[in-house]
């Protein structure tokens, strides 16, 4: 198995979707699916049920989503270490899977005017990780959102975004103006698995133990929406698939967009990258 075709099952495997998981590779579908068509011939099993709507695991799929993930995060940590060894000028980004956003793409044009000789590598990282390998010691800095677990971590907040709850277009509630966690006592959240940080937890969480489907990636909270009615929160601005909508959550504090690095003192590309985002958010 090539690390680049564990890479391709992951991402089919968070998105649950060929073409949307195309999208994030920056590929066409047709050789994604002979990749991972290949891959399930090397491991002798199906890793997908297949339909017209999208895909989901099969056993096989999701025993092996879990080694992959522990192999390509070996990869990624071996990778870093040779290239700090070569004396590389190198630098490894952290970003949460799922989403684009103005504010990067201005900072990814500014970077690369300021430092064209560095070799940026991005890691995106589903919505356990909100510190998107900074503590595994997997990425030099992280463009990320809050709130977590800061400790032993610089925090620069870059922008603040108003929240509200994602709902079926259909759902009693989706014609209201604006709504508080309390509407939603009753109703089940998609949430994240056991161990993900419990101060990310409890703010997305609405501030209240939820039930309700356990999700990892932005479209697997979507698809718990559409298909189960469930609910949740997320920014506001963001494009939803027909059927959706966001209201308000206005006595939520709002979610703010950070760049994070370990320690306090941190190495002078790390140092400027701080610097550019800081001005490329405020564009």
């Given at each position: 198995?090539?690390?680049?075709t564990?890479?391709?099952?992951v991402?089919?495997?968070?998105?649950?979707?060929?073409?949307?998981?195309?999208?994030?590779?920056?590929?066409?579908?047709p050789?994604?699916?002979?990749?991972?068509?290949?891959?399930?011939?090397?491991?002798?099993?199906?890793?997908?049920?297949?339909?017209?709507?999208?895909?989901?695991?099969?056993?096989?799929?999701?025993?092996?989503?879990?080694?992959?993930?522990?192999?390509?995060?070996?990869?990624?940590?071996?990778?870093?270490?040779?290239?700090?060894?070569?004396?590389?000028?190198?630098?490894?980004?952290g970003?949460?899977?799922?989403?684009?956003?103005?504010?990067?793409?201005?900072?990814?044009?500014?970077?690369?005017?300021?430092?064209?000789?560095?070799?940026?590598?991005?890691?995106?990282?589903?919505?356990?990780?909100?510190?998107?390998?900074?503590?595994?010691?997997?990425?030099?800095?992280?463009?990320?959102?809050?709130?977590?677990?800061?400790?032993?971590?610089?925090?620069?907040?870059?922008?603040?975004?108003?929240?509200?709850?994602?709902?079926?277009?259909?759902d009693?509630?989706?014609?209201?103006?604006?709504?508080?966690?309390?509407?939603?006592?009753?109703?089940?959240w998609?949430?994240?698995?056991?161990?993900?940080?419990?101060?990310?937890?409890?703010?997305?969480?609405?501030?209240?133990?939820?039930?309700?489907?356990?999700?990892?990636?932005?479209?697997?909270?979507?698809?718990?929406?559409?298909?189960n009615?469930?609910?949740?929160?997320?920014?506001?601005?963001?494009?939803?698939?027909?059927?959706?909508?966001?209201?308000?959550?206005?006595?939520?504090?709002?979610?703010?967009?950070?760049?994070?690095?370990?320690?306090?003192?941190?190495?002078?590309?790390?140092?400027?990258?701080?610097?550019?985002?800081?001005?490329?958010?405020?564009?």
């Amino acid at each position: 198995m090539e690390l680049r075709t564990l890479r391709y099952f992951v991402a089919v495997a968070e998105e649950l979707h060929f073409g949307r998981a195309a999208a994030r590779l920056h590929m066409s579908q047709p050789p994604l699916s002979r990749a991972v068509k290949q891959l399930e011939g090397d491991v002798g099993a199906a890793l997908f049920h297949r339909s017209a709507t999208g895909v989901t695991l099969t056993a096989a799929g999701s025993a092996l989503l879990e080694e992959a993930r522990a192999l390509l995060a070996r990869a990624d940590r071996a990778r870093l270490r040779v290239a700090a060894a070569a004396g590389a000028t190198t630098l490894t980004l952290g970003v949460l899977g799922g989403g684009t956003d103005p504010g990067a793409t201005r900072l990814a044009a500014a970077f690369r005017r300021r430092h064209p000789a560095t070799d940026v590598r991005i890691r995106e990282s589903d919505l356990t990780d909100p510190t998107c390998g900074l503590r595994a010691g997997l990425v030099d800095v992280a463009l990320t959102r809050g709130p977590f677990d800061g400790s032993g971590l610089s925090v620069h907040a870059l922008r603040a975004d108003p929240v509200g709850v994602v709902l079926r277009s259909d759902d009693p509630l989706a014609g209201r103006d604006r709504l508080d966690p309390a509407d939603l006592a009753d109703r089940r959240w998609f949430r994240f698995p056991a161990g993900t940080d419990p101060v990310w937890q409890a703010y997305w969480h609405g501030g209240e133990p939820r039930e309700g489907p356990v999700v990892r990636g932005v479209q697997e909270c979507l698809q718990a929406v559409l298909w189960n009615g469930t609910v949740g929160m997320m920014p506001l601005g963001h494009h939803l698939p027909e059927g959706l909508v966001v209201v308000p959550l206005p006595d939520m504090a709002p979610s703010r967009v950070v760049v994070a690095w370990t320690g306090t003192d941190p190495d002078p590309t790390v140092r400027s990258f701080v610097r550019i985002a800081t001005a490329a958010y405020r564009g």
